[in-house]
């Protein structure tokens, strides 16, 4: 099965950054590809490879097979899914780093707004 993420620029979209790192970090197979968000003037060329690639018309997005996953925590689960050793094998600390990577996911609007990456 061929997998294939789509990112923006990893340099300045950390919900991009997220998902290829799991995946990685996974070692989980996956082509990439980058809309280049950041380009001046590429706006609506960027907005309609986006509707193209993905449903909803945002990065990340992850096709596996016929299956498109597009949120980074989507994807994540997916990934651990895949390769359970991503997450700890402890029932009380996997709990604990899902915790915080869901708190991760929703939560910190300023400092994320601020500090986008």
Same mark, same amino acid.
């Given at each position: 099965m061929?997998?294939?993420?789509?990112?923006?620029?990893?340099?300045?979209s950390?919900?991009?950054?997220?998902?290829?790192?799991?995946?990685?970090?996974?070692?989980?197979?996956?082509?990439?590809?980058?809309?280049?968000?950041?380009?001046?003037?590429?706006g609506?060329?960027?907005?309609?490879m986006?509707?193209?690639?993905?449903?909803n018309?945002?990065?990340? &997005?992850? @096709?596996t097979? /016929? =299956?498109?996953?597009? #949120?980074?925590? +989507?994807? $994540?689960?997916?990934? &651990?899914e @895949?390769?359970? /050793? =991503?997450?700890?094998? #402890?029932?009380? +600390?996997? $709990?604990?780093?899902?915790a915080?990577?869901?708190?991760m996911?929703s939560?910190?609007?300023?400092?994320?707004?601020?500090?986008?990456?």
């Amino acid at each position: 099965m061929t997998n294939r993420l789509i990112i923006g620029p990893k340099n300045y979209s950390s919900w991009s950054l997220r998902p290829w790192l799991v995946l990685r970090w996974g070692g989980i197979a996956f082509s990439c590809i980058q809309v280049p968000l950041d380009q001046p003037g590429y706006g609506s060329q960027a907005i309609a490879m986006l509707l193209a690639l993905t449903p909803n018309g945002t990065v990340p &997005a992850l @096709q596996t097979g /016929e =299956l498109t996953i597009w #949120d980074s925590l +989507a994807i $994540a689960e997916w990934a &651990a899914e @895949q390769q359970p /050793e =991503l997450w700890p094998q #402890d029932p009380t +600390a996997r $709990a604990i780093a899902r915790a915080v990577t869901a708190e991760m996911h929703s939560g910190f609007a300023a400092l994320r707004r601020d500090l986008p990456m």
